[in-house]
């Protein structure tokens, strides 16, 4: 099969790419995750807008236009919504029930229509009141233990979205509920390491003795073991609950109620799609959140700029509201700025071709990995001026949500790409959105955020790294996080107190 595959005459028509090793092509060239973002823009200004790499013994296609993006996956998505194979992510370690890694297919569609119909735009508005409530939290948290701020916005992405999937709270990261979802987190993060496994790099290598490649099957039956367990006493917990009378609205209690069983849908698929969503909502939006800290201390004009709106607005005596949002065109085009600079993870959006295909006179393998290089789009001069300044002026002229601007015409009026293309388009964007928005606008309207201050009384200047693996967290840092007024910090402890004793 593999000698077949060399010698197949189409591959003479590859795409254009840099040049990489035998067997491991350009796995090297990616080995430093914090330098991928650099890697794809150097290619995609050697080699042109739609190049071509091998990593490992997969074929990579990098989407880095705007054009080439709504070509290939917005027009073409039957072909190019697909996921690669991966026997240990996904097989083995996923059961073959993550949503994510799922190919595309009429399992994955069935699992995609339930997601849609209960995250829509229509949907999102009732989750809401937990985004507010917990973004109160997030204001009190940060007046009694600013130097948490980082764990903080962890807490606060994973409380929402275990409200919004199961209707649990998670009131303190020390709580035995985070702690759980967080070992299936970092088990995911473990699976998903470019690289890090020959058997997903290698696809056909699954079928050799696996003490070859460190007995990888038994580990990841172990990953799934343990996984499993943890999201099956949660969708079990759940369906108790409803079946009680004692649920909270929740995406997990209207699924449940629809009876994903009549579809083929037993407690153990459910309850990965399900936990997909806590994957998906948790870290990314904590990490976004995190990064916009960091971007305010590195452009202390931008947050100058956007706490002069917030202040003209909203005024001294209140909390921002949501009905604010549409009089704060510079807060919204900051979060706007904030996903196109800061993208959520490290490596693209990466989808795979689910057969051979030709664009633009040059061969796409069946099985290639397609990835949105948003990175490469992103940091575009051509696209967005200036590219490596966090400008949010640059989206004063896009005043829409970031939905609206998906399913563009023009390739070129969509704002970003941080919510991916095609048929797996983010279906949380109006959760993510909003999610954003209010913390932000509050952190902003209530608080200071400056460098820190080292011994010497100089400032001390971030680090612009990420933490090692997929998504672009950023390394921890300090910074220096006050209310802006006795007035400011009353109104905040005031709204936060008033909230708890109303409840969620």
């Not at 015409?409 to 970003?416: A, I, L, M, Q, S």
Request: net charge neutral; aromatic share 12%.
């Amino acid at each position: 099969m593999l000698t077949l595959h060399i010698q197949d005459s189409r591959r003479r028509h590859l795409p254009p790419g840099p040049k990489g090793l035998p067997l491991i092509g350009n796995m090297f060239d990616l080995a430093d995750s914090d330098n991928v973002q650099n890697k794809v823009r150097e290619w995609h200004q050697k080699h042109g807008d739609f190049f071509y790499t091998k990593i490992g013994g997969s074929d990579y296609v990098w989407l880095s236009s705007p054009k080439v993006v709504k070509e290939l996956m917005d027009k073409r998505s039957a072909t190019w919504s697909s996921r690669p194979p991966l026997p240990l992510a996904q097989d083995v370690a996923s059961g073959g029930l993550r949503q994510l890694f799922m190919y595309y297919g009429p399992r994955w569609r069935q699992l995609r229509k339930h997601t849609h119909a209960l995250l829509n735009l229509k949907a999102s508005v009732k989750y809401m009141p937990v985004q507010d409530f917990e973004s109160k939290q997030v204001l009190r948290d940060l007046l009694d233990n600013p130097k948490e701020w980082y764990t903080i916005n962890r807490r606060y992405s994973t409380s929402v979205i275990m409200l919004v999937t199961y209707g649990h709270r998670v009131p303190s990261f020390d709580d035995p509920m985070i702690k759980k979802v967080y070992t299936v987190l970092d088990n995911l993060t473990g699976v998903t390491a470019l690289g890090a496994h020959a058997v997903d790099s290698f696809p056909f290598l699954a079928s050799w003795p696996q003490f070859l490649f460190s007995n990888w099957r038994t580990k990841a039956e172990k990953i799934f073991e343990h996984d499993s367990k943890v999201y099956l006493e949660l969708w079990n917990e759940l369906k108790t609950e409803v079946d009680n009378g004692t649920a909270r609205e929740s995406f997990c209690k209207d699924f449940y109620l629809a009876d994903p069983k009549k579809n083929n849908i037993d407690d153990l698929q459910a309850a990965y799609a399900c936990g997909g969503m806590i994957e998906a909502g948790s870290e990314t939006t904590a990490t976004t959140i995190n990064n916009w800290v960091l971007c305010m201390l590195l452009f202390p004009d931008v947050f100058a700029r956007a706490q002069e709106e917030v202040d003209r607005v909203v005024g001294i005596e209140r909390i921002p509201q949501w009905e604010d949002e549409n009089d704060l065109p510079y807060v919204r085009a900051m979060i706007k700025e904030l996903l196109r600079y800061r993208p959520v993870n490290k490596f693209g959006m990466q989808h795979a071709t689910s057969e051979d295909d030709w664009y633009e006179g040059k061969f796409i393998p069946k099985g290639s990995y397609a990835v949105l290089n948003w990175w490469a789009i992103h940091r575009d001069p051509s696209v967005y001026p200036n590219p490596d300044k966090f400008d949010p002026s640059r989206y004063l002229n896009r005043p829409l949500a970031a939905a609206d601007y998906i399913n563009s015409v023009d390739p070129y009026e969509r704002d970003h790409f941080t919510y991916g293309a095609g048929r797996r388009v983010c279906p949380g964007v109006h959760v993510a959105e909003k999610s954003l928005f209010i913390n932000i606008v509050r952190v902003l309207w209530g608080f200071d955020i400056r460098k820190a201050k080292g011994p010497d009384g100089r400032l001390i200047e971030p680090p612009t790294a990420m933490v090692p693996g997929f998504l672009s967290i950023p390394l921890p840092f300090d910074c220096d996080i006050m209310p802006r007024s006795a007035k400011h910090e009353k109104i905040m402890r005031e709204e936060f107190a008033k909230a708890e004793a109303k409840g969620i």
